[in-house]
Nanobody, 123 residues
Framework: QVQLVESGGGLVQAGGSLRLSCLAS????????MGWFRQAPGKEREIVAA???????NYTDSVKGRFTNSRDNSKNTLYLQMNTLKPEDTAMYYC?????????????????WGQGTQVTVSS
């Protein structure tokens, strides 16, 4: 089992920055694929970014160049640095991990989920 706890969300003005953290505990592997997803009211959950190891990362097009996904295996922590935030980035952000070896952007293939942290970007 893996437990995930997100933090770092909040209210920020457009153009601002936030850094989300996801602390993992339990049976965590350093190469375990992990991802950030978000879900806005009335919309489906969507991938934001995913990472297995440095260099094996994936971003959705709308955040490329603005968000950076990284992991510190010594701290069992996944990070999402979000810069130049836009109102359309407003959503609940979830951290996820999967037992499989390959990186994927499909939410259904992730086995473990955190409780989420709210990000609200005002215009």
């Amino acid at each position: 089992q893996v437990q995930l706890v997100e933090s770092g969300g909040g209210l920020v003005q457009a153009g601002g920055s936030l850094r989300l953290s996801c602390l993992a505990s339990g049976n965590v592997f350093t190469t375990m694929p992990m991802g950030w997803f978000r879900q806005a009211p009335g919309k489906e959950r969507e991938i934001v970014a995913a990472i297995r190891i440095p260099g094996d990362t994936n971003y959705t097009d709308s955040v490329k160049g603005r968000f950076t996904n990284s992991r510190d295996n010594s701290k069992n922590t996944l990070y999402l640095q979000m810069n130049t935030l836009k109102p359309e980035d407003t959503a609940m952000y979830y951290c996820a991990a999967r037992r499989g070896a390959t990186l994927t952007t499909q939410a259904a293939r992730y086995d473990y989920w955190g409780q989420g942290t709210q990000v609200t970007v005002s215009s």
